[in-house]
């Protein structure tokens, strides 16, 4: 099955800075990326996905690449907000019908004021 | 507002019990999930569900089970709950696999602890 490593485990930045979070995946055949954000307390939830047809997406101040050939993906955040202070899973879907996501093992992201 | 709840929020056990987590989605989403969150593990997918009457094993699904009577309600069941059972438990739903819609709405978690 789909394997996803993700790293660091945790990241500190100072308000302002940027952060980037990379995750590898095993299944090349894997054509769904998203990434979901986890604040104290609360579930997941998605905040930008790419597809393996694309090799970068943004909204706003944040950025997902994909290089489909070394098979890993990152997550980007720029001008970073203590709001933005999460765990961060990065995820992979494999091709093909009813293919469920796998998850890696999240990073907490520290925004220090 | 659609929405998915679980409940209880927290829950404590002894070893050997049996434990009910419930999970009510309102999107009449067909497909539904049950993940644990561990340090270290992320996010592991114990049962899944793409519609009524249909249960599926995912990757940590021993000592555990669902039933999927209904479209928006999957139980997951500790038959014997044991301490490496302590977690914290996260239903998700999705409308479709694969597409534009496969998005995962997530509860908001049931914190276990088994003593």
């Known amino acids: 099955g789909e394997n996803v490593e993700q790293h660091p485990s945790t990241l500190s930045v100072q308000e302002g800075d940027s952060a980037v979070i990379k995750c590898t995946y095993s299944?090349?055949?894997?054509?769904?990326f998203p990434w979901y954000k986890q604040e104290l307390g609360k579930g997941p939830q998605l905040i930008i996905d790419?597809?393996?047809?694309?090799g970068e997406k943004k909204d706003q101040r944040i950025a997902v690449t994909l290089n489909k050939t070394a098979k890993h993906f990152s997550l980007h955040i720029t001008e970073t907000q203590p709001e933005d202070s999460a765990v961060y899973f990065c995820a992979a879907r494999g091709s093909g019908g009813y293919q469920k996501v796998t998850f890696g093992t999240g990073t907490k992201l520290q925004v220090i004021p | 507002d659609a929405e998915i709840t679980q409940s209880p929020r927290h829950k404590i056990t002894e070893t050997g019990r049996q434990v009910t987590l419930a999970c009510h989605q309102t999107w009449n989403h067909n497909n539904m999930f049950w993940y644990r969150q561990d340090l270290g593990h992320g996010l592991r997918l114990i049962h899944y569900s793409y519609g009524v009457q249909d249960t599926n094993k995912g990757e940590v699904s021993d000592g555990y089970s669902v039933s999927r009577s209904n479209t928006e309600d999957l139980p997951l069941t500790l038959e014997s709950a044991a301490s490496s059972q302590t977690s914290v438990y996260f239903c998700?739903?999705?409308?479709?696999?694969?597409?534009?819609?496969?998005?995962?709405?997530f509860g908001s978690g049931t914190q276990l602890s088994v003593l």
């Open positions: 998700a739903s999705s409308e479709s696999m694969g597409g534009p819609n496969e998005k995962l709405f």
């Open positions: 299944d090349s055949a894997s054509n769904y």
């Open positions: 790419i597809r393996s047809n694309v």
